[in-house]
C-alpha cells in the first residue's frame, strides 16, 4: 500500500511539498503561485516548451539545475526577494534574450557583449549577479567571473545600491580591470556618473601611474581629462605625462 506524502499536492500544473515548488507540469506558460517561497531543484528542468515564467516576490530561493535546458524560455525577471540561488539555476537556457535582476535589465545587446567579450551565457550572469560566491571553477578567478557582469550592471542600473555597493567595495581591482582590459566606454560612465569622485579625489594619481605602467594611453588620457576638469591640477608639471 502506498502512502500519500504528507504536505504534497498539486496545485494546477505545479507540485508543491509544503511551499517548495517539486515539480511542474504544464506548458508554455508557468505563473507561480504566490504561496511557493521556493523553486526547487530541477522543478522545471527539460520543460523545453516553456515560453514564459512569473516568479512571485514570495520566492526566496531557486534550488540546482531548477530550470535547466529550458531552451525555449526567452525571458526572465528575478524579484527581488530572491536572495539565495543553487549551482546552475538557469544551465542551459540557451534561448534567453533578457535577464532582469533587481530592476536591472540585461537586454539582448547587453548579454550578446558578454557573451563574446567574456564568454558568459545568460544563465551564468544570473548567477554571477545574484551569489556572492564563485562558482566557475574552470575560470581563472572571482574577479574576472564578476567584475564586467558588475561593470555592466552599473552602467545599466548605477542606482542599483546593491551592485554599486559592490563596485565601491571592490573598487581599486575593478579601476585596474578596466584599465587592463582597456574598456574605456566603461570607464567613461564610471567617470561620467560623479559616484566615485570622492574616491577618485584621492585615487586619481594611482590609477593614472597604473595606465602609463600598463601603457594603456586612451586610459591615461580619459583619466588625466578627469583630473583637469574635476580635480585640478597643483603642478602643472604633471600634464606633461600626456
Not at 505545479?14 to 508557468?30: I, W
Not at 524579484?79 to 543553487?86: A, Q
Not at 559616484?195 to 594611482?206: K, P, Q
Not at 590609477?207 to 602609463?212: G, N, S
Request: with cysteine; net charge negative.
Amino acid at each position: 500500500m502506498r502512502h500519500k506524502i504528507p504536505n504534497r499536492r498539486n496545485f494546477g500544473p505545479f507540485l508543491l511539498y509544503g511551499s517548495e515548488l517539486v515539480r511542474y507540469h504544464g506548458g508554455k506558460y508557468a505563473d507561480i503561485p504566490d504561496t511557493v517561497t521556493e523553486i526547487g531543484a530541477k522543478a522545471f528542468s527539460g520543460c523545453k516548451q516553456l515560453l514564459s515564467v512569473t516568479i512571485p516576490e514570495s520566492v526566496t530561493a531557486i534550488g540546482d539545475l531548477a530550470f535547466e535546458n529550458c531552451t525555449g524560455l526567452t525571458s526572465v525577471t528575478l524579484p527581488h526577494s530572491v536572495t539565495r540561488l543553487g549551482s546552475y539555476p538557469f544551465y542551459g537556457c540557451a534561448g534567453l534574450r533578457s535577464v532582469t535582476i533587481r530592476d536591472i535589465r540585461f537586454d539582448e545587446a547587453a548579454l550578446r557583449e558578454l557573451q563574446e567579450k567574456w564568454d558568459y551565457y545568460p544563465w551564468e550572469v544570473i548567477n554571477i549577479l545574484v551569489m556572492s560566491l564563485p562558482v566557475f571553477s574552470f575560470r581563472l578567478s572571482f574577479a574576472e567571473q564578476k567584475y564586467p557582469v558588475a561593470w555592466t550592471a552599473f552602467c545599466l542600473c548605477p542606482e542599483d545600491a546593491e551592485n554599486t555597493a559592490y563596485v565601491w567595495a571592490h573598487f581599486g581591482e575593478m579601476m585596474h580591470f578596466l584599465i587592463d582590459h582597456s574598456e574605456a566606454a566603461t570607464l567613461q560612465t564610471a567617470l561620467g556618473s560623479g559616484v566615485f569622485d570622492e574616491r577618485l579625489r584621492t585615487g586619481i594619481d594611482h590609477f593614472i601611474e597604473y595606465a602609463i605602467e600598463k601603457q594603456a594611453l586612451e586610459m591615461q588620457l580619459m583619466l588625466t581629462n578627469y583630473k583637469r576638469e574635476k580635480i585640478g591640477f597643483t603642478d602643472p608639471a604633471e600634464q606633461l605625462k600626456l
